[in-house]
């Protein structure tokens, strides 16, 4: 080589990088299988059976039993040749993919470990999972709504709270649906605030969004204390009943899991499947996205940047209050001082693990809500792994993704930005 | 996510280095009074909506007053809350000033409190000027490294510090839970995750316990007049600090002068770490003597809140940090002595964050108390 090249061309510089990224990959992967292999492996004896049925269903299920060694030492194996696939030539292309089966994969030798020589019911785990990732999703839906418009949407928590708090008030005096109503409407009029702080006012997003979550946590303790406490009967709203869907409910497995659940996480999918329609398929939406990218180029094009902000905000606002109703009318029917305890600081990291989509944040909050029954279900089966680890988990995923290390995820590039018309 | 770094923005108004005209006095005083004035008016809106009657407002306003100034007992417990409020908002109000977000005070003070509390248990038979400068070193060491994390991934790899240190806070309050319930730091005999208690010899000693037993004011608001000065000499006289000042207001000019923009992001938030960790150790060592779930308390939260209505200046963040803790001090006066609950004040602190950060909200409201904008 004559000449020296010190600056690499972009192209390389990608390759480069992916390169990099595969090996990482494949050394993760070979990891976890040595993991399974010596530690859900090794030193289990008897076997793990998962409980399909609840007792009384149409169609009863024999138990699955899973020898749990065997099955660990097969996925190792499995685990381990997807981490020598990394090294070898093309292997890029599927790193990414290989990665997350791995993952999910690497779940199942730790359920069987947990399980061994006792039984438990997977059909209750997956169903408590779809119900606890209901507020994590719609929390993440409201932070896609919001980021996709550039207002970064830290508020989210206070939204949430702030629904739960309207639904069982509202819901004391009104009945199930008008608290539904009312905590959709009142998670709508922080959304509003938000924006109207972010856009008119130019308050600094993330001090905006502190400031509501302070804020909306102070009026809702402070009326909870003030006023709850002494007149009961408003905090005791009605909790929705489930819906069985006909038939499909009855299938074994599927029919617990996905069909017989209350409103919240029939419209929890609605709102998910409604909004990637409105963002991907509908000229508004694809305005609403150029505001969030680019708001120069797009108020040259004649959109008014400040009403597609307001409007979206308010709209994510209302998805929030939405999702906060779930603790209260979904779930216990009562309101508790900050009982959404941190939910809507996952659902903004379900939002970033989704890479501001509105199908990938329902994903996440399915794999958060998924490590949150787990950790229950744990503390049934008595396993020596500290709940306190697990619950920890999704932080710490949270924090290894954006710090990129698998897969940069990339938010509308115009995010945090106030626009401020020439 | 580049907020801070947008000239426009209000945290880089935020950040602008004070001069001597009208329109800086009213950004540093007539802005903050009126920032207290209208949300002390709106908590008093809000008791009425909730039922409250007139004159039991009249005397939770007065038990307010008197439960933080009233008596030489209202102004050691204003100073005693003021001590960890004013400590972990010079951290944040260093962060603002070097344009990083560092929400994570919160986890910060947890882990400090935490270490101190570990190190405040442990050595028994250590003298005093041993032990307790000790725990709290230990106190702010492990601030400063929980919150040398966050930013060391965004110097690195760019991971958004508002996004890391909100985890990390989660993280800590899951980690104080687990360690609470190990055996060599839960207290023998207990159940509750709570922990042994702080020897003697680590204690922050009370400093007016000769006049009546019952003051709490300790020694930390010594550590908190030290740090006032530190952070105004390393802010305003130091070479670092004027990088960090430079980065804040240019993070690219500071890098094309030379500045290694990576090193001061780490810096910063170590520093920032290190004031909440005292923060922590100055609660377990001179107010609590243990440490239990929450034993925190929100000072985090709360310290954004002091820094932002001290425009990131030390000594603007040590009266914000009085005041604060006037108003809190004042407000378990108000629960005893007129039954309003504690929790108001959580609302009043959030109307001052909003009205403190939306200066454009309050020129339009109150508009006879501003200049008019010379075609700005």
Do not use: C
């Amino acid at each position: 080589m004559a000449v020296t090249d010190t600056s690499p061309s972009a192209p390389a510089a990608i390759g480069f990088a992916r390169r990099r990224q595969t090996l990482i990959i494949g050394w993760l992967l070979l990891a976890l299988a040595v993991f399974v292999a010596f530690v859900f492996a090794l030193p289990v004896t008897g076997d793990a059976s998962f409980r399909l049925a609840f007792p009384g269903d149409a169609f009863s299920m024999p138990n699955l039993v899973v020898p749990a060694a065997p099955y660990a030492w097969v996925v190792a194996a499995v685990l381990a040749f997807f981490g020598v696939r990394q090294f070898l030539p093309g292997a890029s292309r599927w790193s990414g993919l290989l990665f997350g089966i791995g993952l999910l994969l690497a779940v199942t030798p730790f359920l069987t470990w947990a399980t061994a020589g006792k039984s438990f019911s997977l059909t209750g785990m997956l169903q408590a999972t779809i119900v606890r990732a209901v507020p994590i999703a719609l929390g993440g839906l409201a932070g896609v709504l919001s980021e996709r418009v550039a207002v970064v949407n830290i508020a989210i928590e206070g939204m949430l709270l702030a629904g739960a708090f309207t639904g069982a008030v509202v819901g004391s005096l009104l009945g199930g649906t008008g608290g539904l109503v009312a905590a959709v409407l009142v998670g709508g009029a922080f959304g509003l605030l938000l924006a109207a702080l972010v856009v008119t006012y130019r308050v600094d997003q993330i001090i905006a969004g502190v400031a509501i979550n302070l804020l909306v946590l102070g009026l809702t303790s402070y009326v909870s204390s003030q006023v709850l406490t002494h007149y009961r009967e408003l905090n005791n709203a009605p909790v929705f009943k489930a819906v069985n869907i006909p038939f499909l409910s009855d299938l074994p497995v599927i029919g617990p899991v996905l069909f017989q659940h209350n409103i919240f996480v029939y419209g929890a999918l609605i709102m998910v499947a409604i909004a990637t329609y409105y963002l991907f398929h509908t000229a508004s939406g694809l305005r609403a996205r150029a505001v969030g990218e680019h708001p120069e180029a797009a108020d040259t094009l004649g959109i008014n940047v400040y009403r597609i902000r307001y409007i979206n905000v308010t709209l994510a606002g209302m998805a929030a209050g939405f999702g906060g109703a779930w603790f209260t009318l979904g779930s216990v029917g009562r309101f508790d001082e900050n009982m959404t305890n941190g939910r809507g600081y996952i659902g903004l990291a379900a939002m970033i693990f989704g890479r501001w989509h509105p199908v990938g944040a329902l994903m996440a909050a399915l794999v958060f809500g998924f490590a949150d029954s787990l950790q229950q279900k744990l503390a049934i089966l008595r396993t020596p792994i500290p709940a306190e680890f697990l619950a920890m988990a999704p932080y710490i995923a949270t924090i290894v993704l954006v710090a990129g290390l698998i897969g940069r995820a990339r938010p509308p590039a115009a995010d945090g930005k106030p626009y401020v018309k020439e | 996510m580049n907020e801070a770094r947008n000239p426009d923005s209000v945290s880089a108004q935020l950040l602008k280095r004070a001069a001597p005209a009208r329109a800086d006095f009213e950004d540093l005083v007539i802005v903050p009074v009126l920032a207290v004035i209208v949300a002390l008016v709106l908590g008093a809106v809000i008791m009425l909506a909730t039922g409250v009657s007139l004159p039991i407002i009249g005397r939770s306003f007065v038990a307010l007053f008197v439960g933080s100034v009233g008596s030489l007992n209202a102004i050691s417990e204003t100073l005693t809350s003021a001590a960890p409020l004013t400590l972990a908002g010079l951290g944040i109000a260093l962060g603002f000033r070097a344009g990083m977000f560092n929400i994570g005070a919160e986890g910060q003070v947890i882990m400090g409190g935490l270490a101190a509390v570990i190190v405040g248990f442990s050595f028994p038979g250590l003298p005093m000027v041993i032990h307790l400068p000790l725990a709290l070193l230990a106190g702010a060491l492990v601030g400063a490294l929980w919150a040398a994390i966050a930013g060391w991934l965004r110097a690195t790899t760019g991971a958004h510090e508002v996004i890391t240190t909100i985890m990390l806070n989660l993280i800590s309050v899951k980690l104080l839970d687990y360690l609470l319930r190990m055996p060599w730091i839960q207290r023998p005999g207990r159940a509750d995750p709570i922990s042994k208690s702080v020897l003697p010899n680590a204690e922050l000693p009370r400093l007016l316990d000769w006049l009546d037993p019952t003051l709490r004011v300790h020694a930390g608001i010594v550590l908190v007049v030290l740090a006032v000065l530190f952070v105004w000499w390393l802010l305003f006289r130091s070479t670092i600090g004027f990088e960090f000042r430079a980065s804040g207001l240019n993070p690219d000019a500071a890098r094309y002068a030379g500045m290694r923009s990576g090193l001061i992001i780490v810096l910063v938030m170590a520093l920032a770490g290190a004031l909440a960790g005292l923060a922590g150790a100055n609660q377990v060592l001179g107010v609590l003597g243990r440490a239990s779930p929450n034993f925190s308390g929100g000072v985090g939260f709360d310290a954004i809140a002091v820094a932002l209505l001290g425009r990131s200046h030390p000594v603007g963040v040590l009266l914000a940090g009085l005041l604060f803790g006037a108003l809190q001090a004042g407000a378990r006066q108000m629960q005893v002595s007129a039954g309003v609950s504690l929790d108001l004040i959580a609302i009043i602190q959030a109307l001052i964050i909003i009205f403190m950060a939306a200066p454009i909200l309050m020129r339009a409201v109150f508009s006879f108390a501003f200049q008019k904008p010379a075609g700005r």
